[in-house]
Each structure stands twice: as C-alpha cells, then as structure tokens.
C-alpha cells in the first residue's frame, strides 16, 4: 500500500500542497513550525477520519482562509493504491459561518471515496498507516482515554464490524446515561425503561470486548519480541494486559459465545447503582490496558528510554498486525522521531522501514538519518509550505 498523490488545500500552515509519490522512503527537512507534523497529520486523518491532536475541527483549516475567505474550508486529498487496487479519498473540513462577517466556531466535515459522497465508515480503512510521534509516549504514562483511543484507531483500520459496533455503542451509551440521569431525578423508578438500551449496549459492547481482547493479544505478543531488541539489556520485558471496564464474570466469558449474555446480566445487576451515580459504570468505555516493563508498571517506575521503548515496541506490533491481517502492509509515518534514538532503537525501527512500501520520515536536520543509513531515500525540504527535492550533492 502506497500514496500515489496528495493535495492539501488550506490545511493549516499549507495554503496549496500537491505532490506525487512512488513506494520507497522519503526523508523531509524542514525547520520547526514548517509543517512537518502538519503534512504527516494530514495523510493520517486521510487514513482515520480523525486529527492526531486533540482539539476542534475548525483548528485544521489554516487560519488565513479563516480570516480571508467567505466559507473557509481545508480539504485533504489522496491516491492510493493497494494489493487489491486504487482509490481517490476526500476530507473536506467545511467551516459553519453562521453570520457574515463573524468569525466561525465550529466546523464539519465530509468524505469521498472515489468521487462519491460516503460516511466516515466507509473510508477509513482505506488507506492504513502507523504513525510513530514524540507523543506516542502519552498512550504508556497518560491517562486511560489515550489508550482507548489508541485501540480504536488501530482496530477501526482492520476491522468495519468493530468501527460500526464502536459508533452505535457511542450512541447507545449517550441515551443510557440520559435515561439513568432521569430515572435518577424520579428517585429510581422505572428501570425496566433501561430494557432496550441494555439490550443494545451488550450488543455492540460485546464485539468491542471481544475485538479488543483478540487485537491486544496478538500486540502484546509482537511488543514482547520487539521490546527485548529495543532495551539495552536482555533483563528487561515488556507486558501488556488487557483490562477490561466489566466485572470478572463478565472477563471470563471473553473467549465464550455468551459474552453478550453475559454483559447484559451485568448491566441490569448494575442498575440500582448506575441510577444513583447517573451513570454506566462497565463496559469498554471503562476498558483500560496496563504495561509492565519487568513486572512492574511502566507508567509509575520506568525511565523515560524504557517508556520510549515500550512505546516504538507497540507501534513495530501494530506495524506487524496490520500486514497480517490485510496482507498489505501500512504506510508509515515517523514524526521526527528518529534523531532522539540511540542507534539501536533506530536501526530496528529502519529495518522495519524497508519491510513496507512507502515511508514518509521527517526530520530538523537534513543529514539525519544519514544516507549511509537510509540508502536510496528520496529527500526533501518543506519550506513556505511548499515541498522541494534535495540534490544528493547539496547534502555533502
């Protein structure tokens, strides 16, 4: 899998972007705020529907069509080409101005797939990419949201089932919360109301349980081997554990066929309690995973480079679980990451690199990684927002 074409219209700091590319390694310079991170951010949500940095969408759009256009928008476009063929995907990021003359709030966005308006569902997963960041080290020491969220985005890629049953979950678990909300202002009478959405909440909850228990697995195995080559000493390992927002009864049912029974005995057990809280209290919402460098948690003990490690280690399982499971390997996208590692964490990440088709690296200086390193690397300067070749002598 490759990008064959990318166009960037407004996004950010790039007012107008196009370029083509082939499959191979591409090295792009650039100084600070020249908008490395923009350009691989971009060829993500292109991938994911969703930005890699929290916040609003209307902070994709660049801020001069903010300021000098009508109906600001920021459009993102791609070509793609995979083992089982090509295809043209569209983001748009529309800017909702609801006076004239006012600067807008918010934005929503639309999608296309070769030409023709879809949901998000329908494109993401149509182009897959690992995206190895600095911040990357939030998903071991940051708080449970990350995690979750790093699950999503890695399974939503592989798996549509799970992506839909994640959606419907979301909106199920909005309507539960307001009913419990009411229930609870009527002094809790009335819980056979919770019936349905109980119903539905197992429903989608347990596909994720199950989806989530069976992706973790496979990474937790991949992470272990991966970690033992990054740390400097065979001493150290990496483990990683699925802990699942339900009760025990319901966690040993995650290899069973009754694990929505299962779920949904759960909740309705659980009503008195949610009613007073005015709120569910289990389900994969509360899902959470736990990683133990040498038996001990990673979050609370580890050295940043044991952090740093276990981190690269579970971006190298996801690498190797995506090209199992579709027989096509991602895109990879390295965030000015490779200047901080010492070479052993870098030479394995680069051995990972020549294992896929396309890999979009950025860097500060234009010399690292060096040639010596990355032979045959296509190089390039981001500057102004525009993307030039770097001539081989220029680097000498």
Request: aromatic fraction near 4%; avoid cysteine; hydrophobic fraction near 45%.
């Amino acid at each position: 899998m490759h990008l064959a074409h990318l166009a960037l219209t407004d996004v950010r700091s790039f007012r107008h972007l196009a370029i083509d590319l082939a499959p191979g390694i591409y090295v792009i310079a650039g100084e600070n705020a020249a908008g490395k991170t923009n350009l691989l951010e971009s060829v993500a949500m292109l991938a994911t529907t969703k930005g890699v940095r929290s916040g609003p969408d209307l902070d994709l759009i660049s801020w001069q069509a903010v300021v000098e256009d009508p109906l600001p928008a920021a459009r993102l476009e791609a070509d793609v080409e995979t083992a089982a063929g090509k295809r043209s995907l569209e983001v748009a990021v529309i800017a909702q101005v609801a006076v004239a003359g006012v600067p807008p709030t918010r934005a929503g966005k639309r999608f296309r797939v070769n030409g023709v308006a879809r949901r998000a569902t329908d494109l993401i997963g149509q182009l897959r990419v690992v995206m190895f960041a600095a911040d990357d080290l939030a998903i071991i020491d940051g708080p449970p949201v990350n995690r979750r969220r790093y699950l999503d985005l890695t399974i939503s890629q592989l798996d549509p089932a799970y992506l839909r049953a994640l959606q419907r979950y979301a909106r199920v678990l909005e309507q539960r919360n307001s009913l419990l909300r009411r229930l609870q202002e009527r002094g809790g009478r009335g819980l056979d109301q919770l019936d349905f959405w109980d119903d539905e909440l197992a429903a989608a909850g347990a596909l994720i349980l199950a989806r989530r228990a069976e992706s973790v697995r496979a990474l937790a195995r991949d992470a272990a081997d991966r970690y033992a080559e990054l740390a400097a000493t065979t001493e150290e390992t990496l483990e990683i554990r699925y802990l699942p927002g339900v009760p025990a009864s319901v966690q040993e049912a995650l290899r069973e066929h009754d694990l929505q029974a299962h779920l949904r005995a759960a909740l309705e057990a659980g009503r008195v309690e949610d009613v007073r809280r005015g709120m569910s209290r289990i389900g994969p919402h509360r899902d959470d995973l736990s990683f133990l460098i040498s038996g001990h948690p990673a979050g609370m003990t580890s050295s940043r480079g044991q952090q740093r490690s276990a981190a690269l280690a579970l971006r190298l399982a996801e690498v190797a679980l995506s090209t199992r499971r579709t027989g096509d390997p991602p895109v990879l996208l390295l965030d000015d990451i490779l200047s901080e590692l010492d070479p052993r964490r870098r030479e394995r990440i680069l051995h990972v690199a020549y294992g896929v088709d396309q890999v979009l690296i950025t860097t500060p200086d234009e010399d690292r990684p060096s040639r010596e390193e990355l032979p045959g690397a296509l190089r390039m300067r981001l500057f102004e927002g525009a993307l030039t070749p770097i001539a081989p002598f220029e680097a000498g």
